[in-house]
C-alpha cells in the first residue's frame, strides 16, 4: 500500500499564515487541504511497522503540478494500491476528474501606448483566443461537480505600462 498526500498549499498572502484559535481548534493556512491528512499518514505509517507493507510519499509541489510525486512514480515507487488522501468533504472519493495545464500564448508587435494602431496588442489576441475557448466548454455551475471546466489562473502580459505588449500568455487549468 502506498500513501500520498501533500504539504505544500496554494500561494498567498504571509498575512493568511497567522495561526489562530477559533472555539478551541488551531486554525491556519492548509488546516482544511491536506495537512491534517499528513498528520493521519504518518501515524498510519507509525501504526503499520512490522505489521503492513505500507510506504508513503509526502509531495511539497502538488499545488504547482506535482512533480515530486511524478518522478517517485518513475524510480518504481508505487503500490499494488494508492490512497491518496487528498480532497474535500473529508470522504473516500473513487474517481477524480483529469487535469490538463495549457498555455495559451499570444504574439503581436509592439508599439508605444501614444500610437497603439502601430502595433497589434497581443494581449487582445489573447482575450479573443480565450474566449474562443470558453466557448467549449459549458457555464461554470455549482452542484455539477463533474462537467467539464477550464479555468484562466495566470495572466502575463506587458512590461511597460506605455507600450503595447507583443507578447502575452495565460495558463487555463482544465479538468475533465
Not at 480532497?87 to 495549457?102: E, F, H, S
Not at 497603439?116 to 461537480?145: H, Q, S, T
Amino acid at each position: 500500500v502506498l500513501l500520498n498526500a501533500h504539504l505544500d498549499v496554494v500561494p498567498a498572502d504571509e498575512a493568511t499564515f497567522r495561526i489562530r484559535e477559533q472555539r478551541g481548534w488551531l486554525c491556519g493556512r492548509g488546516a482544511g487541504d491536506c495537512l491534517g491528512n499528513c498528520t493521519v499518514l504518518a501515524q498510519t505509517l507509525i501504526d503499520c511497522v512490522g505489521k503492513a507493507r505500507v510506504g508513503a510519499l509526502f509531495s511539497t509541489d502538488e499545488e504547482l503540478g506535482g512533480f515530486t510525486t511524478k518522478h517517485m512514480v518513475r524510480k518504481g515507487y508505487y503500490g499494488r494500491l494508492i490512497l491518496v488522501a487528498d480532497g474535500g468533504g473529508y470522504r473516500v472519493g473513487y474517481a477524480q476528474k483529469g487535469r490538463l495545464a495549457v498555455w495559451l500564448r499570444a504574439k503581436g508587435k509592439a508599439a508605444h501606448g501614444a500610437a497603439p494602431w502601430r502595433g497589434m496588442n497581443a494581449f487582445d489576441l489573447l482575450m479573443e483566443g480565450y474566449r474562443k475557448v470558453r466557448k467549449l466548454f459549458p457555464p461554470l455551475r455549482e452542484g455539477d461537480e463533474w462537467h467539464d471546466t477550464a479555468s484562466a489562473n495566470v495572466i502575463r502580459a506587458g512590461d511597460a505600462m506605455n507600450r503595447v505588449p507583443d507578447k502575452a500568455e495565460m495558463f487555463l487549468d482544465i479538468r475533465y
